[in-house]
């Protein structure tokens, strides 16, 4: 009997960004559902309790990860979350969530900086799923 694949949320506006996560965590053995904005994911989630979610920053809203990131927390703190961004390469603007202050206001559970090598991401997938 085959195990049961874990299933990832991932969270993007950029088309060609999503596609290529999703295939890349497909080839992992991942369950990947994919959505492209705030309001998708908050309204599969609904339904949904994903095993790990990857999460942009910004979407259609500025702050859109941020929220998104809070409410997957507030629906179930057992959730492990990424945010990605390139929001340092686009504005200068820096932050992590190793501070405690930013942690208090930052829910993700790690941050990585766009662009991302895939074996990067694996890396805190693992760490955070105890793979």
Do not use: H
Not at 7 to 12: E, I, K, R, S
Not at 84 to 97: D, K, L, M, P, Y
Not at 104 to 129: C, F, G, V
């Amino acid at each position: 009997m085959e195990p049961t694949k874990k299933t990832v949320l991932v969270v993007d506006d950029d088309l060609d960004y999503l596609t290529q996560m999703q295939m890349q965590l497909e080839a992992d053995n991942f369950k990947v559902i994919t959505a492209e904005s705030q309001a998708e994911a908050e309204q599969l989630l609904q339904d949904l309790r994903p095993d790990l979610a990857i999460v942009d920053l910004m979407m259609e809203n500025m702050d859109g990860g941020f929220v998104l990131c809070y409410r997957i927390k507030k629906k179930d703190p057992t959730i492990p979350v990424i945010m990605v961004t390139a929001v340092s390469s686009e504005t200068g603007i820096e932050f992590s969530n190793a501070a405690e202050e930013e942690k208090s206001w930052l829910k993700a559970d790690a941050l990585l900086t766009k662009p991302i090598r895939y074996e990067q991401l694996k890396r805190e997938i693992e760490n955070l799923m105890g793979a």
